[in-house]
């Protein structure tokens, strides 16, 4: 993936000379901004209500069971385990646990890029 604007450039410059190979009904997908993505996702001007997060299949499943543990507490309210859940991510010493993991998982050798 592209990292900056130089880079962009070149795959740009790539993806143009290929474009002349390509079939006129090839699909194709379009080119993401993560940050300038994630700015439009905080302003939220569109009033989205929906979460999605990509994750593992271990993952997965523990968050839907603590969600769901969430919601029975609420009183079944998804706005209540929504602002329960951001709460908590305010809480949590997301800096401290990523130095812990990684201390830890250096011992083992493995990266958090290749943990299991």
């Avoid at 880079?7 to 997908?29: F, G, I, M, N, T």
């Avoid at 901004?33 to 905080?42: D, G, I, L």
């Avoid at 130095?99 to 050798?109: A, Q, T």
């Amino acid at each position: 993936m592209p990292r900056g604007k130089t880079e962009l450039k070149a795959y740009l410059q790539r993806c143009l000379e290929r474009v002349e190979r390509v079939p006129d009904d090839e699909p194709w997908s379009q080119i993401r901004f993560p940050r300038q993505e994630a700015k439009r996702r905080v302003s939220n001007e569109k009033q989205s209500k929906r979460i999605v997060i990509v994750t593992d299949p271990q993952n997965f499943a523990e968050f839907h069971a603590m969600r769901e543990a969430y919601m029975r507490y609420c009183d079944e309210n998804p706005t209540l385990v929504a602002l329960a859940i951001i709460e908590a991510m305010k809480a949590f010493d997301l800096k401290a646990w990523l130095e812990e993991k990684e201390d830890s998982d250096h011992v083992l050798g493995k990266t958090l890029h290749n943990s299991e």
